[in-house]
């Protein structure tokens, strides 16, 4: 499908000037009715694709754009006011003269595929991922899936979203529909070799979300291969109300369904995604919940032994909440560590810099070099399910080492009701410095004594700081460290949730 410009085209140039307060540090969410409705994303779309073109017509030929097409991409994830929400922002697209595919029902990865693969200035999806069904949002990204952040681009448009001074244009870009995920597929199963592949049994959530297609597809191209793996699905059919609640199996109780169906199954792997799949979660043989942080380390080592053989070692980029078992198993499998601030602007920038195989975060986000330096909730999965079969062992035995070695809090969010974020954080450096630990201050603060550390840092989103403690193979010195510093936090006004 696709329309185009009539003679009697003619969009409304000036807006009047509102406020914006839904963009934040990296992308843009807010409440539905309060601070995101359809005028918004139209203004936004519009900024957005003014933006990008008038970059495009001033680059010069080193720039990296001149290859490009005039096009934006943008898909939605199956919220209910998704789908409306994409069609502001397409008409605001339109009316600033930009070419638009519309990608129909994505997760966030499809369209930094599709942003590279169609070669388009920019790419959008409209989602609000784990956040209250009150909510959605737009993630944006620029040419070849690269970030936009706050200080590279995104606080110009909002500047410009909020102005309404929008350029007077003679045509309507044009708007094609291009549902067919083949070629992402195709690309994601490049990931793994399918004749390695071991009789597995797995349970997958996709919480209502927009996974259940794609995993169907994943599944498919399976079968086709003769892959001995069975599948059970779990909350697998796309519901914008999301009967089974939120998907978000950050929080301890989304996670039960996926446990009791890996028992109950006797399956040998559980699976989990939030609401646009860019975030995989993972469950062993016994259902228990695998920590983000070790899940980096498992993959880290997946890939620095497909590259073995290679003189010089894979740089693998990791952030600094919890690093003892990524830097432990980077150092014994030849890797090169590479330390990054968290969050996906940061770790897709410094993982382009570095040319980094692999990039991950405790958080459950995972990049990957040949998937355009972004990350990916499918190419984790398909990786675990390859690894279990070439080891022959069980994701607990691929885990329980790292689990002894190095044990860890896990993320401890504490609700501020006093001092800000920086106060307290000064203030527990200073409690501490008698101590002469090595600091970073790389992202929040990084404390290491040797056979502990902990990083205390604010959240870019929330009146949250957060909190993640480890040790080197000594739980009680985690248990004792731990119920330390949560009860200093305390003194300091500062609630644990």
Known sequence: MSTSATASYQPEIKLNPITINSFKAYDIRGELGVNLDEAIAYRIGRAFAQILSERYHAADTTSGLENLKHTIVIGSDIRHSSEQLKQAAIRGMMDAGIDVIDLGMTGTEEVYFATSYYQALGGIEVTASHNPINYNGLKLVKEHSK????????????????????NNMSQSGALQLLTDKSAYIDHVMTFIDTD????????????????????????????????????????????????????????????????????????????????????????????EFIDGSYVVGMLAQAFLNKYQHQEQGEPIVYDPRVIYNTEAVIAEHNGQAVLSKSGHSFIKQVMRESGAVYGGEMSAHHYFRDFFYCDSGMIPWLLTIELLSITGKTLSELVTGYIQSYPSSGELNFRLTSDDATTIISAIEENYNAENPNKSVLDGLSLNFGDWRFNLRASNTEPLIRLNIETRGDEQLLTHKTQEIKTWLSKQGAVLV
């Open 196 to 287: 390695k592949l071991q009789p597995l049994k797995l349970v997958i959530n996709s919480g209502n979300g927009s996974a259940g297609p794609t995993v169907d597809l994943l599944i498919d191209k399976l079968v086709q291969a003769d892959a001995p793996i069975e599948v059970i699905k779990l909350h697998y059919t796309p519901d914008g109300s999301f009967p089974n609640g939120i998907p978000n199996p950050m929080i301890e109780a989304n996670r039960v369904a996926t446990q009791q169906a890996v028992l109950e199954n006797k399956a040998d792997l559980g699976i989990a995604f939030d609401g646009d799949f860019d975030r995989c979660f993972l469950f062993d043989e016994h259902g």
């Open 147 to 166: 970030p936009i952040s706050a200080d590279d681009g995104l606080a110009e448009i909002q500047a410009l979203a909020e102005s309404g001074q929008f």
